[in-house]
């Protein structure tokens, strides 16, 4: 393995491992108010779209909604993120994304969002209601695809490994587990 390779391996795992930090150092000072499958997640009114522009959280209402925890410089993000660009196309009735980025600035998400073709909304980068979501949902790794019900009640935490198991079959098993 060449030393270039190894370099980026090496600071895509401290970033990970950063990100966990950060997160379980949030958790022990905010407590340990975690949400449970039944629990019903709430997304801020006004999200953003790959534009920047703000649009209501209302355009989600009656679909399956994936939070999408990642950033720009994650390479397992950059790879997993055209994979989550097929399975929204293929299920734009039902389902649609929403990223929770952890880029170290606005521009850096809007960045990624355009580059990787996002067609879906954010919410706003590194905000109190993504952190306090975050928190709520346990994350400690990106990529990360939780999956709400049209309801928000969370369906599964393993979004993620579903679509690379089951490719398009996740969102039938998914539409499963809320019958």
């Known amino acids: 393995m060449n030393n270039s390779l190894r370099l980026a391996l090496a600071l895509c ?4 491992l950063g990100y966990g930090f950060h997160l379980f150092s949030q958790s022990e000072k905010e407590g340990n108010s975690k949400a449970g499958l039944s629990d019903k997640i709430s997304l801020p ?11 209501s959280s209302n355009k989600l209402a009656g679909k399956f909604v994936g939070l999408y925890f990642s950033a720009s410089w994650c390479g397992p993000c950059r790879s997993f ?5 097929k399975f ?6 039902s389902f ?13 998400q809007a960045n990624y ?5 996002m067609p879906w909304l954010a919410m706003k980068n590194q905000s109190e209601a993504a952190r306090n979501i975050s928190l709520s949902l346990d994350v400690e790794y990106i990529p990360y695809l939780v999956v709400l019900d049209p309801n928000g009640k969370v369906v599964t935490k ?9 490719g398009a079959d996740a969102f039938s098993s998914w539409q499963e587990k809320v019958k």
């Not at 969002?113 to 073709?117: G, S």
């Open 45 to 55: 009114d006004d999200l953003l779209d790959i534009n920047g522009i703000e649009v």
């Open 81 to 85: 993120t055209p994979k989550l660009v």
């Open 13 to 16: 795992f401290i970033g990970v």
């Open 158 to 166: 393993k979004g993620k490994v579903d679509i690379v198991r089951l």
């Open 113 to 117: 969002m355009k580059k990787y073709n």
């Open 88 to 93: 929204r196309d293929q299920h734009i009735e």
């Open 96 to 108: 649609e994304v929403v990223l929770v980025g952890s880029d170290g600035s606005d521009k850096a």
